[in-house]
C-alpha cells in the first residue's frame, strides 16, 4: 500500500506523465495501479462511477465482471466562445461563452496493473430559452488540422454572405470569420481539458480508495 501512496503524491504532482491519445472525437488515456488485482481495480473502478453520478444506474450502461468492461454515457457542458460576440462586444445580450450540451461515452478496461480510459464526444447543441436548438457549427474534435480550419473558414465565409446578415458591416462580418480558427482551437481544447480533468479525478479517487483506512 506504500507504493499505491507514492503513487497518489506522484500524481498530484504531475499528472502529465501519462500519456494521450488523441483521435477526431475520442481521446484515450491508460493508468497504472500496482499492486491491485484487476478484480480489485475494476470493482474500485465501478464504485468511484457510481459516486460520480447522481443516477449511476441510468448513466452506467454495461458492467461486465468477466471482460472488466464498463461503458458509461452521460452529458457534459462545454463552454465554447460566442463568435458573434467578438463581432459585437457592445452587446450585453450575448455572453462571452455559451455552455453547449455534449453527450459523451466512457469506455473502461481493466487489465493487471492498469485500466483504459476513452472519452468519445458527441458533437455539441445549444438550447435557447424559446427551446431552439442550435449545433455548433463544426465537430466535437480535439485534432482539427490547417485543411480542417480551412473549411471552417469557408464556413463561415458562406455564412456571412447570407441574406440575414445584409446590413452587417463588414469589418463585423471579417472578425466573424478570422475568429473562428481561434475559436475552434480553444474549443478543441477545452474539450481535451474536460476529459483529462475527469480522467484525472477518477484515477486519484481510485487510488485513494486503496489507501489503508484507520477509522
Known amino acids: 500500500m506504500k507504493r499505491i501512496q507514492t503513487f497518489i ?3 498530484l504532482l504531475c499528472t502529465s506523465l501519462f500519456s494521450q491519445s488523441i483521435e477526431g472525437k475520442s481521446i484515450s488515456q491508460v493508468f497504472e495501479v500496482p499492486d491491485v488485482s484487476p478484480e480489485a481495480l475494476f470493482s474500485e473502478i465501478h464504485y468511484v462511477l457510481s459516486l460520480i453520478y447522481q443516477d449511476s444506474d441510468t448513466a452506467i450502461k ?3 465482471d468477466v471482460t472488466k468492461r464498463i461503458v458509461v454515457k452521460a452529458l457534459s457542458l462545454i ?7 467578438l463581432m459585437n462586444p457592445n452587446n450585453t445580450e450575448l455572453s462571452d ?3 453547449y450540451g455534449h453527450n459523451y461515452t466512457l469506455v473502461i478496461q481493466v487489465k493487471e496493473g492498469k485500466y483504459r480510459i476513452k472519452m468519445s464526444y458527441e458533437d455539441g447543441t445549444y438550447s435557447d ?3 431552439i436548438e442550435y449545433k455548433l457549427p463544426f465537430p466535437a474534435k480535439m485534432d482539427f488540422d490547417e485543411t480542417d480550419l480551412e473549411q471552417i473558414i469557408k464556413k463561415a465565409q458562406l455564412e456571412m454572405s447570407q441574406d440575414y446578415y445584409s446590413i452587417t458591416s463588414r469589418k463585423k462580418k471579417e472578425i466573424y470569420i478570422q475568429s473562428q480558427p ?3 482551437k480553444e474549443y478543441q481544447q477545452t474539450l481535451t481539458n474536460y476529459a ?3 480522467f484525472q479525478s477518477l484515477y486519484k479517487k481510485v487510488l485513494e480508495g486503496f489507501q489503508e483506512d484507520n477509522w
Open 9 to 11: 503524491f506522484s500524481f
Open 62 to 64: 454495461f458492467k461486465d
Open 79 to 85: 463552454p465554447v466562445r460566442d463568435a458573434y460576440k
Open 97 to 99: 461563452y455559451i455552455d
Open 129 to 131: 430559452a424559446q427551446l
Open 182 to 184: 481561434l475559436v475552434v
Open 196 to 198: 483529462m480533468i475527469f
